[in-house]
């Protein structure tokens, strides 16, 4: 883990770093990743600093585009949310400006703050034709990416048509031999989220378990962050962006044939998380 601080001369220092750390391993692929920017023009309280989570999305951006990377996500809650509409657009407006800023593809979850925004806005602006989704990033062979919807129904909460759905797409996947990394605004397990899950986790992690081709599972939401390994999957929860003023906190995540390698910066941790060897 890195202390971030002087945005521009460490974010030089912070690339040069990453790439001898992960020169010694054989990475397929690379994709940035980040959560809960939830950008508001406003004055923070105690804990959260709406405003100047712009400025960290901004380092952030100039950070990943020095980088080989084949995408970035971010997990959801890229906005807190106005009581009005119009401010609401304008705020979603300046975070979406950042990301375009971006050289390589930029994915998005939906978080519960970004429902403030409306569906039609999202599905317009992101833009999204559904609000789950998978593909496969360019350039890759044996890798999918699902992007879950966990407020589809109602906040943390997965519906039936999107469960049908995962099931049919974790089934393909592994039909095709293909290894699988979830993305989703709500965690599915306790040791990733200690203080807040998706509400139907109970249903929706069966399905992820059972499926046999998933690798990990990646979320927001719980600003504190956590990691746990379940049954051969690594659930990874990513400190929120808006509750590091100081330091930042995303990652870049390094994906090779036998694991993954999380780069964090500043609040973000660094993390090994090898696959389980196959049985023989």
Not at 175 to 187: C, L, M, N, Q, R
Not at 231 to 258: F, R
């Amino acid at each position: 883990m890195r202390k971030y601080a002087g945005w521009l001369l460490i974010a030089l220092m912070l690339a040069g770093c990453r790439s001898a750390q992960v020169a010694g391993t054989k990475t397929s692929f690379s994709f940035g990743i980040m959560a809960d920017v939830q950008y508001a023009d406003r004055e923070p309280n105690r804990i959260k600093h709406f405003r100047t989570s712009l400025n960290r999305l901004e380092a952030s951006v100039e950070d990943l585009n020095s980088q080989n990377l084949l995408f970035t996500i971010q997990l959801g809650d890229i906005i807190d949310g106005s009581d009005s509409p119009e401010k609401t657009e304008e705020e979603l407006d300046a975070v979406l400006a950042e990301y375009k800023k971006l050289n390589m593809p930029a994915y998005h979850v939906i978080g519960n703050h970004c429902l403030t925004a409306g569906m039609d806005t999202l599905k317009k602006k992101l833009p999204l034709e559904k609000l789950y989704y998978d593909f496969v990033p360019a350039g890759t062979k044996g890798w999918r990416c699902v992007v879950l919807n966990s407020n589809d129904i109602e906040p943390g909460v997965v519906g039936d048509a999107q469960k049908k759905w995962l099931r049919t797409t974790l089934a393909k996947a592994n039909t095709h031999g293909e290894k699988v990394i979830i993305f989703s605004h709500h965690a599915l397990t306790k040791e990733a989220a200690p203080n807040v899950r998706m509400t139907n986790n109970d249903e929706v992690l069966p399905i992820v378990e059972n499926a046999g081709c998933v690798v990990a599972v990646f979320a927001g939401h719980d600003h504190v962050g956590g990691y746990g390994l379940r049954n051969g999957i690594h659930h990874i929860t990513l400190h929120g962006m808006l509750t590091a003023p100081e330091q930042n906190a995303y990652a870049v995540i390094s994906v090779s044939p036998d694991g993954l390698f999380e780069n964090g910066v500043g609040d973000e941790p660094d993390r090994e998380m090898p696959f389980p060897k196959p049985t023989p």
